[in-house]
């Protein structure tokens, strides 16, 4: 297969009118600082130099609240389009994602730890239909997934996520942010993110803000990315979540 880079022209309008009504319904005070939850909302848009994605998901406390520990079901799904060289041609390509995990939450001190088992599905059109690549049509798989957080100061934070799959042959991605509280509420930082499958190895690092308070969060990122051909580019993400 030829060099592959996520793409699509008009991302931020798709990004950012796709997650507008969630924005709206997310961006409110925090009316209480001992907010007690069962269930969280998110959603948000990637963009790169070439692609456009957004998602959405939903978690829920089987056990206690979100604050304990306990049991965890996570459904999330999302849609994206990108693009590649391939033979001499632009190969246009549509993806969709869903998963359904089941997983467990428990706290180590200022540590937490989740880890998440399940099914995924992954779905992937060409046009035109490119013989080269195994990355295509949808395939169903296994999806695993280990999150952390931790406070290490009331100031400093840091988070890992890791995830891998078995569809189209075995996915990844790994997403690593570290953040200082100049206020409570607003955070400045880092993230560093590694992702892809049988066909396709990227990278990014960039800069973050991020504000939260006890009912959820909102961050957004900018930087730099690289794929495996050597293509290099920006990106910019979105990310808001709600806690209920």
């Known amino acids: 297969m030829g060099r592959l880079s996520w793409s699509s022209k008009g991302a931020w309008r798709g990004g950012a009118l796709g997650l507008g009504g969630f924005l709206l319904f997310i961006i409110q005070p925090a009316v209480a600082d001992e907010r007690r939850s069962t269930m969280e909302f998110w959603g948000g848009a990637e963009v790169n130099a070439n692609s456009w994605s957004t998602y959405s ?14 049991w965890r079901l996570r459904i ?8 590649y060289e391939s033979g001499g041609s632009t190969i246009r390509g549509h993806v969709g994602f869903g998963e359904l995990l089941l997983g467990y939450q428990h706290q180590l001190g200022s540590l937490t730890l989740k ?27 296994v999806k695993t997934a280990l999150e952390s957080w931790w406070e290490i100061t009331p100031e400093v934070w840091t988070s890992l996520d890791l995830s ?18 100049i206020k409570p509420e607003l955070s400045l930082g880092v993230e560093g993110t590694a992702k892809g499958n049988a066909e396709y190895d990227g990278g990014r690092l960039g800069a973050l803000v991020r504000f939260s308070w006890s009912g959820g969060e909102i961050a957004a990122s900018t930087g730099a990315s690289i794929d495996r051909s050597g293509e290099t580019g920006g990106y910019g993400a979105l990310h808001a979540l709600y806690r209920y």
């Open 115 to 141: 880890g998440f088992v399940g099914a995924a599905a992954e779905a992937h059109t060409l046009s035109p239909f490119d013989t080269e690549t195994t990355v295509v049509g949808t395939d169903y798989g």
């Open 76 to 83: 999330g799904d999302g849609y994206g389009t990108y693009s």
């Open 164 to 181: 891998w799959s078995s569809v189209h042959g075995g996915t990844y991605a790994a997403h690593a942010r570290a953040g200082y509280r």
């Open 57 to 70: 998901g939903a978690t829920i406390a089987l056990s206690g609240l979100l604050e304990t520990d306990g």
